[in-house]
């Protein structure tokens, strides 16, 4: 008799607790905020539905602390600078990841031409209004085999660069708004 009457109460919480998310959805105005609220009643419902779960197995697991450590671990507003320092870091690291592999796959498709980006630096100040702003950038030509292809020799030409690196660097200063003179090409 003690096992039905736990499930009782059980269904009794999950229904109550779901006519309350119903009316509370109900009661809200459409708009951006709603699926939030329902996001917070669904988690909710969620944890009704698997606190007694885990009491009836046994297990001493204790879903509230859980919560509210891992909400203290990722929080960024516990106070805790070196988490946030540390996902800014790595916020930083994965732009300029994406913004590498763009640039080469722009190259490649564009221009059908192989480079690859040796160096890059942006702005990296995230409350700048210039943030990931590309100041200076250095590309290596990806040569598929180990042998470099001799180049063309020509009498009574300056030092300057080809016409593959003129090409290049027309087309970089044009996408990402910076001067020629900041883009290094490597032969």
Do not use: C
């Amino acid at each position: 008799m003690n096992m039905l009457s736990f499930l009782s109460s059980w269904v009794k919480m999950i229904l109550s607790i779901y006519i309350f998310a119903t009316l509370v959805e109900i009661v809200l105005p459409t708009n951006k905020f709603k699926k939030y609220v329902r996001f917070v009643l669904g988690f909710i419902i969620l944890i009704t539905i698997i606190m007694p779960i885990f009491k009836f197995l046994g297990n001493n697991v204790n879903v509230e602390n859980t919560v509210a450590s891992y909400y203290e671990k990722y929080s960024i507003d516990n106070g805790n600078k070196t988490n946030l320092n540390e996902y800014n870091k790595q916020l930083i690291f994965e732009f300029k990841n994406n913004l590498v592999k763009r640039i080469e796959e722009d190259i490649k498709n564009k221009l059908n031409l192989e480079y690859i980006v040796k160096e890059i630096k942006i702005d990296e100040n995230m409350s700048s209004l210039s943030f990931g702003k590309v100041y200076s950038l250095t590309l290596v030509k990806n040569y598929k085999s180990n042998v470099k292809p001799v180049e063309k020799v020509v009498i009574g030409r300056t030092n300057g660069d080809d016409v593959e690196t003129v090409k290049v660097k027309k087309y970089l200063s044009e996408f990402l708004k910076i001067s020629q003179d900041e883009i290094t090409v490597i032969k």
